[in-house]
């Protein structure tokens, strides 16, 4: 069973499995194309509304921070390896490899499998 995608978003602790992350980035991107849209829509029928822009993007920030570093806990790495996603390149190559390194079976130092279900024995597929 996999975590929902939309569970603990603003939390940088504990652990998320692939399924969760892509479904939660794809959502979060089309998310983010609409708002922008939008903003710029109003911003060329009303003029500059960037701080509008600002205040609707930051949670979007955050939240995608936060389920990117439990991600990297997934696969036993800290969650300060988000900041790797800063460095031009390299950082898009980084947030590709969240998607498709999978994560550590079993239990690690940072909880639980997030596919065995929390509490869970680890080689229990629940």
Do not use: H
């Not at 603003?10 to 892509?22: A, D, H």
């Not at 930051?58 to 997934?74: E, G, H, K, Y």
């Not at 239990?107 to 929390?118: H, Q």
């Amino acid at each position: 069973m996999s975590k929902p995608a939309f569970e603990d978003i603003f939390t940088f602790s504990g652990r998320r499995n692939r399924k969760s992350y892509i479904i939660y980035t794809l959502t979060i991107f089309i998310l983010m194309l609409v708002v922008s849209a939008i903003i710029v829509a109003l911003s060329a029928a009303t003029g500059g509304l960037g701080i509008v822009l600002f205040v609707l993007v930051l949670p979007l920030m955050i939240s995608s921070w936060a389920v990117a570093s439990q991600r990297c806990r997934d696969f036993g790495w800290t969650g300060w390896a988000v900041l790797l996603g800063l460095i031009p390149y390299a950082g898009l190559i980084f947030y590709i490899a969240l998607m498709v390194v999978p994560g550590t079976q079993g239990e690690n130092r940072y909880g639980p499998d997030p596919l065995t279900g929390e509490g869970a024995p680890a080689g229990s597929a629940a």
